[in-house]
Every structure is written in C-alpha cells, then in structure tokens.
C-alpha cells in the first residue's frame, strides 16, 4: 500500500480567526517549536497567542498523533501555523491512508465535509486539500472551498 500525503491547508485573515482550534490541538501536540521568531515554544494556549500577537510574522510548527477528524483519530500529523501581517494559514500534513486506508469516496466526502465545518468554526476563508508540496499544480487538488479537484477520482 502505497502512502497518499497531503496538506490540507486552512487560510484566513489573522484579525478574524477564532484560535480556539488551538485549545484541541494542543494538550495532544509534541516538538512544538517557533521557527520565527525562533524561540521553544510556550506551552500554554494564552502564551502561544501571546507570541502570535507580538509578531507581525510567526511560525509555529508541531506535531501530533491524535487530530480528530470526525471519528477517525488521524496518527502521524504534522502542524504548521503562520502569520504573514495579516494573513494567517494552518497547515496539516498527514498521509490520507492514514484517515482512510481504502480512500474511499465516502470517507473522502466526510474529509470534505470536516474541512468545511472546521474552516467555518474557526472563521477561516478558503480551504484546500492537495498532494503535499510547495507548489502544487491546479491538477493535484483532491477538494477546496468551491469543490472536489481533478484528484478526487476514489470509488
């Protein structure tokens, strides 16, 4: 069984996210670390904020075994958190076979579906889930905001 990695990628404006998506992630998060300003970082939520607001630009990054994902409890994740002034983006990379081992239609459609609800509990503008890399092309995108992509082709 070959790995299927991705990034799913929520985008908003920092003055407009709700980050109590932070409460959820980390009591079970690990190797946290600010790459900018490069400082360990904080263990608690309010000192996280803390550096997020201090910063016109930070980058948070971690990882985790357990991101909740409907009733799947998705291991192996990876957690990357930037603010750009104000544009900020949360990042999860994790390996899809991982949520779904037979990448199935339906647990795509639930993946979809989570994305969705995250993006508007937490006030994000646009979401995307796409093969992992730096510079994807627009045929590498399984679902975003508007839609499933050219990847999403499973039974």
Known sequence: ???????????????????SFLKGVLPKSR???????????PDTYDA????????????????TDHLAVNEVSVPRVFINLTRDENEFELL?????RDHDPSLSRSKMNDLKMWAETYSATYAFDYFICR???ANPQPDEVYFDSNGYGPLCTFP
């Open 131 to 133: 093969i992992e890399g």
């Open 92 to 96: 999860f990379f994790f390996d899809l």
């Open 31 to 41: 190797d946290r670390i600010f790459t900018s300003p490069e400082i360990s970082a």
């Open 1 to 19: 069984m070959t790995s299927e990695p991705v990034d799913i990628i929520f985008q908003g404006k920092y003055d407009k996210i709700d980050f």
């Open 48 to 63: 996280i904020i803390e550096v997020f607001h201090a910063n016109s630009y930070a980058d948070l990054i971690m990882a």
